[in-house]
């Protein structure tokens, strides 16, 4: 049986500093029956100039800017590929990514650890020692434990993307979790439990803005829950999600100085599920180091 093509989507906004170690990354895999299709979302840096040097290993598209669940929507829709591979234009790839995935293609849609690199603050390198992952049926597991799933170790077949819908373009930082909510309600997820890519940490990145990923967190919960699914879950278990969804919202407060904004999401937390200890313990660590 004749291997799969991979369609490589690299969607790139200002990332002049960083898309030309992605790129090589992809280059030096070991597997190599690959395109990679860059979409350009209307950067005004010298995104375009550093990806001449790869001249026609690369396909590029350009767009005005539009977010980046339209960008990845926009490579898909171009791509030729039987499997659709993500890769963010700041992130890296280690060379038997696609290898190890491929070998294990009897889902529909695979993921791998991963290493995390750059201003990663008090994470430690290896993603999966502060976050549990795991395959198989994780429908509620995704919105109870929150987005394990790393949009760049994604392989997904292009059928099934399709089918989904893609991205949902109302989303700008959850997009991801959002296709990977709406995959897992119908479908098993692979996962490789290596860390093949490296995802890079940025201090002005999108998941730093805690008020809009907390806004979206809730969006995503709300649309999840709304899912034949997510519909069908008892009561427990909707509340256990929604307590989870707090508490991550308080948190990460936390972590950007917002004590008042931080407490009121840890109260919201435990009406949800007054049984759940941590935000308990969490919200008396930030009383007392106030």
Same mark, same amino acid.
């Given at each position: 049986?004749?291997?799969?093509?991979?369609?490589?989507?690299?969607?790139?906004?200002? *990332?002049?500093?960083?898309?030309?170690?992605?790129?090589?990354? !992809?280059?030096?895999?070991?597997?190599?029956?690959?395109?990679?299709?860059?979409?350009?979302?209307?950067?005004?840096?010298?995104?375009?100039?550093?990806?001449?040097?790869?001249?026609?290993?690369?396909?590029?598209?350009?767009?005005?800017?539009?977010?980046?669940?339209?960008?990845?929507?926009?490579?898909?829709?171009?791509?030729?590929?039987?499997?659709?591979?993500?890769?963010?234009?700041?992130?890296?790839?280690?060379?038997?990514?696609?290898?190890?995935?491929?070998?294990?293609?009897?889902?529909?849609?695979?993921?791998?650890?991963?290493?995390?690199?750059?201003?990663?603050?008090?994470?430690?390198?290896?993603?999966?020692?502060?976050?549990?992952?795991?395959?198989?049926?994780?429908?509620?597991?995704?919105?109870?434990?929150?987005?394990?799933?790393?949009?760049? @170790?994604?392989?997904?077949?292009?059928?099934?993307?399709?089918?989904?819908?893609?991205?949902?373009?109302?989303?700008?930082?959850?997009?991801?979790?959002?296709?990977?909510?709406?995959?897992?309600?119908?479908?098993?997820?692979?996962? !490789?439990?290596?860390?093949?890519?490296?995802?890079?940490?940025?201090? @002005?990145?999108?998941?730093?803005?805690?008020?809009?990923?907390?806004?979206?967190?809730?969006?995503?919960?709300?649309?999840?829950?709304?899912?034949?699914?997510?519909?069908?879950?008892?009561?427990?278990?909707?509340?256990?999600?929604? =307590?989870?969804?707090?508490?991550?919202?308080?948190?990460?407060?936390?972590?950007?100085?917002?004590?008042?904004?931080?407490?009121?999401?840890? *109260?919201?937390?435990?009406?949800?599920?007054?049984?759940?200890?941590?935000?308990?313990?969490?919200?008396?660590?930030?009383?007392?180091? =106030?």
């Amino acid at each position: 049986m004749p291997m799969p093509h991979v369609s490589v989507i690299i969607p790139a906004y200002n *990332a002049e500093h960083y898309i030309a170690e992605t790129i090589r990354s !992809v280059l030096d895999q070991t597997y190599e029956d690959f395109e990679i299709i860059v979409v350009d979302d209307g950067s005004q840096d010298g995104t375009v100039a550093a990806l001449e040097p790869f001249g026609s290993s690369v396909r590029l598209h350009q767009q005005p800017n539009g977010g980046v669940a339209r960008a990845r929507n926009t490579g898909v829709a171009l791509a030729k590929g039987t499997w659709i591979a993500f890769l963010d234009a700041d992130d890296v790839w280690l060379p038997m990514k696609l290898e190890r995935q491929l070998a294990c293609i009897g889902a529909p849609m695979t993921f791998t650890d991963r290493l995390n690199i750059g201003a990663r603050g008090d994470l430690p390198e290896l993603q999966s020692l502060v976050t549990p992952m795991q395959g198989g049926d994780i429908f509620v597991a995704l919105m109870r434990e929150g987005n394990f799933i790393t949009n760049t @170790s994604v392989m997904i077949r292009r059928d099934l993307f399709e089918q989904m819908g893609g991205f949902y373009t109302g989303l700008n930082g959850t997009e991801d979790w959002d296709l990977w909510i709406r995959v897992a309600e119908r479908h098993e997820i692979g996962f !490789v439990a290596e860390p093949l890519v490296k995802y890079r940490f940025h201090e @002005s990145g999108i998941s730093r803005n805690y008020e809009r990923m907390g806004r979206e967190r809730i969006e995503v919960i709300t649309r999840g829950l709304m899912l034949e699914r997510g519909r069908a879950l008892d009561w427990m278990t909707r509340r256990q999600i929604w =307590a989870e969804t707090f508490r991550t919202n308080a948190y990460e407060a936390v972590r950007a100085g917002a004590r008042g904004r931080a407490l009121a999401g840890y *109260a919201r937390a435990v009406s949800a599920w007054p049984l759940e200890m941590q935000p308990y313990k969490e919200a008396v660590k930030v009383c007392i180091n =106030a």
